[in-house]
Antibody
Framework: EVQLVQSGAEVKKPGESLRISCKGS????????IGWVRQMPGKGLEWMGI????????RYSPSFQGQVTISADKSISTAYLQWNSLKASDTAVYYC??????????????????WGQGTTVTVSS | EIVMTQSPATLSVSPGERATLSCRAS??????LAWYQQKPGQAPRLLIY???IRATGIPARFSGSGSGTEFTLTISSLQSDDFAVYYC?????????FGPGTKLEIK
């Protein structure tokens, strides 16, 4: 079974650091981009960025550039999302998702076809 | 950065009826558009990619259309399981963005 399993819920204080993880199984982890998505309480989905575990090529949404670090260790099929100094506004559920490419009539299309269960991060003093 | 908008924010429809959800991109995204369904407490689920191609296991009552900057998700004959929040998403060359979502509720 293809799946992404994320690390458990975290409760942190402002200013603390944090790294959450997303472990893939059931497929060749290096071959698919992994995206990270934020969902603040009661709000919609926000695109944070994406990484290709095969060579760690990483792209960030302008809104999250410099605010988080996305990384991956292909040897253990795991992607990471990291903060150096958390803020209360980082309180959210964070999802990782596998990006799959579909080749149709000479064109590549993309979809986030496998999602992790989400990691709840609570930042409060 | 491409900005995605969706309308309406909330759509009230009776079971068995048709729902039409709209998504607009701030610039042309060709056909690099997908739709996702999210139910409370769950991760999103891929419904459609490439504007109109249903993902594996998605019922035929879900259909997508559009091109350029204007896109539509249509759900014919709504089932009780379809009431959820729907997001459009564009992705190309490492850049992505979601629309704010449309909440589909029971009328």
């Amino acid at each position: 079974e293809v799946q992404l399993v994320q690390s458990g819920a975290e409760v942190k204080k402002p200013g603390e650091s944090l790294r959450i993880s997303c472990k893939g199984s059931g497929y060749t982890f290096s071959n698919n981009w992994i995206g990270w998505v934020r969902q603040m309480p009661g709000k919609g989905l926000e695109w944070m960025g994406i990484i290709y575990p095969g060579d760690s090529d990483t792209r960030y949404s302008p809104s999250f550039q410099g605010q988080v670090t996305i990384s991956a260790d292909k040897s253990i099929s795991t992607a990471y999302l990291q903060w150096n100094s958390l803020k209360a506004s980082d309180t959210a559920v964070y999802y990782c998702a596998r990006l799959s490419a579909y080749y149709v009539s000479g064109i590549y299309y993309y979809g986030l076809d496998v999602w992790g269960q989400g990691t709840t991060v609570t930042v409060s003093s | 950065e491409i900005v995605m908008t969706q309308s309406p924010a909330t759509l009230s429809v009776s079971p068995g009826e048709r729902a039409t959800l709209s998504c607009r991109a701030s610039q042309s995204i060709s056909a690099k558009l997908a739709w996702y369904q999210q139910k409370p407490g769950q991760a999103p689920r891929l419904l459609i990619y490439g504007v109109s191609i249903r993902a594996t296991g998605i019922p035929a009552r879900f259909s997508g259309s559009g091109s350029g900057t204007e896109f539509t998700l249509t759900i014919s004959s709504l089932q009780s399981d379809d009431f959820a929040v729907y997001y459009c998403h564009q992705y190309s060359n490492g850049d992505g963005s979601f629309g704010p979502g449309t909440k589909l509720e029971i009328k």
